[in-house]
């Protein structure tokens, strides 16, 4: 068996399972579609419930990954076909065959072992797009980095946005390059690699489909998903962490919440709750009352789930402390009017109907699995539900193993779950391929012990791997 493992993603799941892995003294290849590694958590301004700074717990992960010397790091990388290696003639059950891996790795078009980080290609650069890390809500260059954290810290050029690559349009950036990084004749590589477990980190996506459009997201600047709300509040986000309405950067005095906003709802979305839902919203309505005061937020909801330490006395602390009016009840419309977005909803507590101006909508859409996490299923044999999230081989007693010799599975890619679960399945599924590694070295050297053995005519009662020396007692 090849002891070395492949991470699928590298969000804060397949980080920490690579991490965990890499520290036992063995070689992980972790693979990431993205320029750079963090996944949605590099997206965020805090975390709930003690509302940690998101990068201040990140940022030393990802340079960590970014610098471990049992760690190969490839980004901008897809995993594009797997096929499993036949077990070793000596295994009877078949579980110790590993895996033959090609990856398609797309072009940077800027050399990571020469870039700078400086920036003076982005200076020249004429080309202006948005910017896909603050979820549009400012804009980069043809020729970007996507975040001041990044890892790694090497800017890419996006031969989408480029005003042309064949035949070369433009070549400002290379002339504003002093070392030299600039390499427009960079081609897709397809590297093909031998591995002997494979961990499936994939992460997941917001939903934004039919059940979000009827609240005007995506048709009104006004209203926004939770990861553009993080974008906003985050101190390196397009505002510097102030909350301003994107259509005339006022600052919204009331701000309404919409729940569920996909989730539990199975005629126009999906039927599954999103689980980190209700934190998060209670999270973003803390945080903008401690940049607004005087403003003022509502929260519509279906039910208030909690589940979790210090969970219940966090979402307690939006109501009390920060007078977050809390509405049972589903939103029927949202329009615009007037530079406003009138909200028309029930509250089934009271019976009323209820009507807001808001200056500013956030709904809290479903979480849905991400992008290429089926095709990942179909190359690795994988079982997946009706909704695109795997299924682990037994939900309650193994629930990071796929019924799969040698693959294992962390993190939203099995369904939705927090920061804490997710890193604790990352850990597990490290755990699974550590033992698998070693009880395949121990029949190893058990194999050679025999061989040995037989070689210098003596013969021995083979005890079972793992078992404890046996020990003599003086009489």
């Excluded at 509302?51 to 190969?72: A, F, K, M, Y």
């Excluded at 039910?303 to 977050?324: L, P, Q, S, W």
Aim: charged letters at 25%; a negative charge.
């Amino acid at each position: 068996m090849n002891y070395r493992a492949l991470v699928i993603g590298a969000g804060i799941s397949g980080m920490q399972a690579a991490l965990d892995i890499a520290d036992s003294g063995y070689q992980v290849l972790l693979v990431e579609r993205e320029p750079a590694i963090g996944g949605h958590m590099a997206q965020l301004s805090e975390t709930f419930p003690t509302l940690d700074c998101s990068q201040c717990i990140l940022t030393p992960r990802t340079v960590e990954v970014g610098q471990h010397p049992n760690i190969e790091l490839l980004t901008l990388s897809q995993v594009v076909d797997i096929d499993r290696l036949p077990p070793d003639p000596d295994d009877d059950e078949g579980a110790s065959g590993g895996f033959r891996v090609r990856i398609e790795r797309h072009p940077r078009y800027v050399r990571e072992d020469k870039c700078t980080a400086c920036g003076d290609c982005a200076d020249v650069c004429p080309v202006v797009v948005p910017n896909e890390f603050d979820r549009g809500l400012a804009a980069r260059r043809a020729i970007y980095i996507p975040s001041p954290q990044a890892v790694p810290a090497v800017y890419r050029l996006d031969p989408d946005a480029c005003l042309g690559l064949f035949p070369l349009a433009c070549g400002k950036c290379a002339e504003a390059c002093d070392v030299n990084a600039i390499d427009y004749d960079m081609q897709p590589q397809v590297i093909e690699e031998e591995v002997g477990a494979v961990v499936v980190a994939t992460g997941y996506e917001l939903y934004q489909d039919e059940a979000v459009a009827a609240y005007e997201y995506m048709s009104h600047p006004n209203v926004m998903d939770g990861l553009e709300f993080e974008r906003m509040l985050s101190a390196t986000g397009p505002t510097g962490g102030k909350i301003v309405r994107p259509s005339d950067h006022k600052v919204p005095k009331e701000i309404v919440f919409i729940q569920c906003a996909g989730s539990r709802n199975p005629e126009h979305g999906v039927p599954y709750c999103s689980k980190i839902c209700c934190m998060y919203t209670a999270k973003h309505a803390i945080l903008y009352k401690h940049r607004v005061p005087d403003g003022q937020v509502y929260v519509f909801y279906m039910d208030i789930r909690a589940g979790g330490k210090g969970y219940e006395e966090f979402v307690n602390r939006a109501m009390e402390e920060d007078e977050t009016v809390y509405i049972r009840g589903r939103v029927s419309k949202v329009f615009p009017t007037d530079g406003d977005v009138i909200v028309w909803g029930v509250d089934t507590l009271t019976g009323r109907k209820v009507e807001i101006t808001a200056d500013l909508v956030v709904v809290a859409s479903a979480i849905i699995p991400s992008a290429g996490s089926r095709q990942v299923a179909r190359m690795l044999d994988v079982d997946v539900d009706e909704f695109g999230f795997y299924n682990a081989d037994n939900a309650e007693m193994t629930p990071v193993e796929s019924g799969l010799p040698g693959v294992f599975l962390a993190g939203t890619g099995l369904g939705p779950q927090d920061i804490p679960e997710t890193v604790a399945q990352a850990s597990g599924a490290a755990a699974k391929v550590l033992s698998r590694f070693q009880a395949a070295q121990a029949q190893e050297r058990a194999r050679e012990a025999l061989e040995m053995g037989e070689e210098s005519g003596e013969t021995a009662e083979a005890e079972p791997v793992g078992a404890a020396p046996l020990t003599t007692e003086a009489a």
